[in-house]
């Protein structure tokens, strides 16, 4: 258990799961940790479900909180850091999850803070995300220890420089999502062949996360797995026949590009 007071501000998706994560690990006790939401109903749950501090205002958590965690949209970033801006000393560590909102912008907003930019993903609701982070110019060394350690609480950890983050953010930020669409696709092609719904999610849903395991155990590539199941004039060959047909590396390539892109838009300010 660690001895410092963390504040998150914004307890959506990714703050709950960062808190959650956190008291689970017992890296933080609940009791050290404070939220600031806007959405009433949603802050008290949470602070009834986890036993964490409610702040009424970012004013009152910057003086109790010397680690604080943006966890709110891009859109609403800067009228935070504008809120942060006169509360801030070098004393604090500020921690922005939000999405393309680059390293610059937010060290103008706040002068005096040191600050981290983090890329995590929505398997953190159940210690299974990936995170990528990197070090604004007056963070330091200790910095990036506490940034591991809270964010190793909800899966694994990387450090990048800070022109990877729209990569890291097409890849594993948004790659959930292309998961579960292609997961999705997978169950509605097992319903059209006749298998009722249920067992099509199942057999979907445990076929990825097998295949996903046996890659990451084996440490073979996916090609090689791929020839393992694909036997001359079979049925797995049949269908990566298919695949190809339709371009699917190339759309799963032209996908990720689109999401890298609009990752820069939104760091250039544009809606
Ligand atoms: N979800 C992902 O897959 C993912 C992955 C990586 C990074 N991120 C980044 O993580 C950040 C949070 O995303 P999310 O999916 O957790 O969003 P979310 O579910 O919308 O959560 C944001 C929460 O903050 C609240 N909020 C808005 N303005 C606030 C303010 N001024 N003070 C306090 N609370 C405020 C929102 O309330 P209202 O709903 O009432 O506005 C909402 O409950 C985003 O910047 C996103 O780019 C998300």
């Known amino acids: 258990m660690v001895m410092f007071k963390l504040g998150v501000i914004g307890g959506g998706a990714m703050g709950a799961a960062l808190i959650g994560g956190v008291i ?3 890296l933080i006790s609940a009791d050290k940790i404070g939220l600031v939401e806007v959405d009433q109903p949603r802050g008290q749950a949470l602070q009834s479900n986890l036993g964490i501090q409610l702040f009424s205002s ?9 680690t604080i965690i943006l966890a709110i949209k891009p859109i609403q970033l800067f009228a935070i850091l504008t809120e ?3 509360q801030l000393c070098e004393k604090h560590l500020v921690i922005s999850i939000a999405a393309g909102v680059p390293l610059a912008a937010m060290e103008n907003s706040l ?5 981290v930019r983090v890329m995590p993903n929505t398997p953190a609701r159940i210690g299974k995300g990936v995170s990528a982070y990197c070090l604004g110019q007056r963070a330091s060394g200790t910095d990036a220890e506490k940034v591991e350690a809270i964010f190793g609480c909800v899966g694994k950890v990387l450090r990048v420089s800070e022109d990877k983050l729209d990569a890291v953010t097409a890849v594993s930020g948004s790659g959930p999502a292309y998961v579960y669409y292609f997961i999705d696709a997978l169950i509605n092609a097992g319903v059209y062949l006749g298998l009722p719904r249920k067992d099509a999610a199942v057999l979907a849903t445990e076929t990825v996360l097998g295949a996903a395991e046996l890659l990451k155990n084996s440490g073979e590539h996916p090609r090689q797995l791929m020839n393992e199941v694909t036997s001359p004039g079979g049925t797995t060959a049949a269908a ?9 590396a190339g759309l799963v390539m032209q996908a990720a590009i689109a999401a890298a892109e609009r990752s820069r838009e939104i760091g250039k300010g544009i809606r």
């Open 24 to 26: 689970r690990n017992g």
């Open 58 to 66: 970012v004013a009152s958590m910057a003086a109790e909180c010397q």
């Open 84 to 86: 942060l801006g006169t």
């Open 111 to 115: 002068p005096q803070a040191r600050i």
């Open 240 to 248: 990566l026949f298919e695949f190809e047909k339709a371009g699917f």
